[in-house]
């Protein structure tokens, strides 16, 4: 079975710091993999996606996740965070060849903290 | 033109009424998918149509219907909602049925009392 795990459901950075969210999926084969914003009281927002070309992918709003396959993980960073950067964020994963199965980890609220 | 539209953006219905919510896409996109999300959870699936077809229906229960009336339009029709049904409903399409990349709307917000 195919899952996608978020660990830490609640992040807190200050203002300028790094942003690490943090994604690892269970998968027998490597998958697409996305990262998915949504701000409140909003819908969700793509940030950008994993499709087997390049392992670091460039997301917008200057976010970057690289795709680790021994890790069996998809990180989302940002170097320097913002205030506008406070949302929820969620991972997803699609396996191919599964069906139409698409898997959205619990999500993860980032804070920014002036 | 990456936009799918929703409408309303909240609504407010009794356990007996009858309304319906509305997504729209532009993009030639041939997948729709409907959603629930709670707060601070993940999106739930609910439906998705592949051309106009009910390709996936994750036992939604029969108060919730949906259609697809062309390859743009994506309803979602409720009846008898109780108030566990209130959450806000998201629209999705994208352009084949590989789920690659959806393209998601504003969402409604549903309050059953």
């Known amino acids: 079975a195919q899952s996608v795990t978020q660990l830490g459901s609640h992040v807190s950075v200050s203002e300028g710091a790094l942003v690490l969210l943090r994604c690892n999926y269970s998968s027998s084969v490597p998958p697409y993999l996305f990262w998915y914003v949504q701000y409140p009281n909003q819908g969700l927002q793509l940030l950008l996606k994993?499709?087997?070309?390049?392992?670091l992918v460039k997301g917008i709003n200057g976010f970057e996740a690289e795709f680790k396959k021994s890790e069996t993980s998809f990180h989302l960073t940002k170097p320097s965070a913002h205030m506008s950067d406070a949302a929820e964020y969620f991972c997803?994963?699609?396996?191919?060849?599964?069906?139409?199965?698409?898997?959205f980890g619990t999500g993860t609220s980032l804070t920014v903290i002036p | 033109d990456t936009e799918v539209t929703q409408t309303p953006k909240h609504l407010v219905m009794g356990m007996t009424n009858k309304k319906s919510l509305k997504c729209e896409q532009h993009m030639g996109h041939r997948a729709m998918y409907w959603y629930k999300q709670k707060a601070k959870k993940p999106p739930e699936l609910m439906f998705v149509y592949s051309y106009e077809k009910l390709s996936i229906n994750e036992s939604v229960p029969s108060r919730f219907s949906p259609e697809c009336p062309n390859s743009s339009l994506l309803n979602l029709h409720l009846h008898a909602l109780q108030p566990e049904d209130s959450a806000l409903y998201l629209c999705?399409?994208?352009?084949?049925?590989?789920?690659?990349?959806?393209?998601f709307g504003p969402g409604t917000r549903l309050l059953v009392l």
């Open positions: 997803a994963v699609k396996v191919l060849n599964t069906g139409n199965q698409f898997y």
């Open positions: 999705a399409s994208s352009q084949k049925t590989s789920w690659e990349t959806q393209y």
């Open positions: 994993y499709t087997s070309a390049a392992t």
